[in-house]
């Protein structure tokens, strides 16, 4: 890792990734502005007498996070290994964090931008819908009374990142009974080695000093765009900063961003409808569904 981290080119031999996976992983968080080294340290997990048997090299430290993460793009086949030495490495440094990123969660966070084998797949069907309209509605209704109640007196500022939550903030400001401001914010995906950074594409056009925000989310997933934007708006000092998502999968989380207020927590599937898309369609859908499973997953 260079001193700015950023990457450094390894025609001068200065580090090479063992993988083609590691590097493109680390232009993702690179771009999400999120510090790491590249195996740093080594965990011996077995000896005899003073010789290392056996240790596990997790594939980046992620220092903010105080985070290891270990990418594995073997088959799941072959991942049963890497299992039982992540397990071992939990028991026997039990306040050490550690993260084991499966071929299909690698794939998945690269085809979210448009890269690697999922990324070509056809559009695909609807598999089974999740949340139907009337169950997204009362969800909404309840979350929306409890900002009315945590607000009250207040004037919120509901910050919304576009697309995916154009459903979710139009129904969410209605069940709102105090007055709100809205604000909308967009920002670049990820796309490859010519992007270094998020770019926020469509900033603020209010204040939000000294005001009581309230970021609107579709989704967290990875954490990582989360992560970006609350950093962008406590720069602007806000009197509070909270987060609101319709949907929480856990399951899938990198970076760990407090989420106050959440719809639902979701299975790690690929959803859609009600603002969410796959390949720009199904954003109209009036419920939550599920795609058919991608035969290469
Ligand atoms: C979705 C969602 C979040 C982000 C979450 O946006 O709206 O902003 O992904 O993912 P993360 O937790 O892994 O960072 P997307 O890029 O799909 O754009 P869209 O809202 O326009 O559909």
């Known amino acids: 890792m260079t001193d700015d981290n950023r990457l450094p080119d390894e025609a001068d031999g200065s580090l090479a990734f063992a993988h083609p996976s590691e590097r493109e992983f680390a232009q993702i968080l690179d771009f999400y502005g999120l510090k790491w080294e590249y195996e740093p340290r080594s965990f011996p997990l077995k000896w005899e007498g003073d010789r290392v048997l056996e240790m596990l090299t997790p594939d980046f430290y992620l220092a ?65 819908v999740l949340f139907t309209a009337p169950q997204i509605e009362r969800r909404v209704a309840q979350l929306g009374r409890q900002i009315s109640r945590d607000y009250k007196k207040r004037e919120p500022v509901l910050v919304g990142v576009l697309r995916g ?3 979710f903030m139009a129904d969410l400001m209605r069940d709102i009974s105090l007055p709100v401001e809205v604000e909308f914010m967009a920002t670049s995906s990820y796309r490859g080695e010519d992007q270094s950074s998020v770019r ?62 959440v719809g639902f927590e979701i299975p790690d599937e690929f959803v859609v409808g009600y603002g969410l898309d796959y390949l720009e369609k199904y954003r109209n859908l009036p419920f939550i569904g599920t795609l058919k499973p991608d035969p290469n997953g």
Do not use: W
């Open 64 to 128: 903010d996070l105080d985070l290891y993460v270990e990418l594995t793009t073997l088959k799941q086949s072959l991942v049963t290994e890497k299992n039982r030495k992540i397990r071992h490495m939990g028991e026997m440094y039990p306040d050490v964090n550690v993260k084991l990123l499966y071929r299909r969660d690698y794939h998945r966070l690269l085809a979210k931008y448009g890269f690697g084998p999922l990324a070509q797949a056809e559009v695909r069907g609807i598999d089974r």
């Open 165 to 167: 939550m154009l459903c």
């Open 200 to 261: 926020i594409t469509k900033d603020l056009d209010a204040g939000i000093t000294g005001r009581d925000v309230v970021l609107v989310e579709d989704i967290v997933d990875s954490g990582m765009t989360l992560n970006y934007l609350v950093g962008y708006l406590r720069s602007k000092d806000p009197a509070s900063l909270e987060v609101c998502a319709l949907l929480d999968k856990r399951a899938r989380r990198i970076v760990d961003v407090p989420v106050k207020y």
